[in-house]
């Protein structure tokens, strides 16, 4: 299988407080969506950059998870994960710290250790996992619904 590529764009007009961007991707799932300072750093309503990345990391630990759920042998009826990124001020700046995730799974015939023991596992199979985790801590919780 060859490359898959994927991309989107980002475009930033005046400096950081009180300039203005939007956000398009190549889907155009986002068309021009717009970002200020205040969307990011002020809980604004739209969107910014963590939120995007969390619905990333949410997204593909999902697929990951379910996927090495069936590979075990187990049915999977959901999985519900929820990503929070953390982004903390750091050296004049701010930098993205941690990566929370909250999985749910409805899974029949499986206890709750081996259901632990595999959400660890969905981690490492994780792409944007394994992106994010050399400079980040990954925080994993993982209950049964």
Request: proline share 5%.
């Amino acid at each position: 299988m060859a490359d898959i590529k994927r991309s989107s764009t980002a475009v930033w007009t005046g400096d950081l407080p009180g300039g203005e961007g939007t956000m398009s991707t190549a889907s155009a799932v986002l068309k021009d969506e717009e970002y200020t300072f205040a969307t990011r750093f002020k809980n604004a309503p739209g969107t910014n950059p963590e939120e995007l990345i969390a619905a990333a990391h949410a997204g593909c630990y999902s697929m990951a998870f379910a996927n090495v759920l069936a590979k075990k042998g187990y049915r999977v009826e959901g999985i519900e994960t929820t990503a929070t990124i953390h982004l903390s001020p750091q050296d004049g700046g701010f930098a993205i710290t941690k990566s929370a995730l909250e999985v749910r799974g409805r899974v029949p015939d499986i206890d709750d250790e081996t259901f632990r023991r595999l959400a660890e596992e969905a981690d490492g199979a994780c792409p944007v996992s394994n992106l994010l985790r050399p400079g980040l801590e990954i925080e994993l919780e993982a209950m049964l619904a």
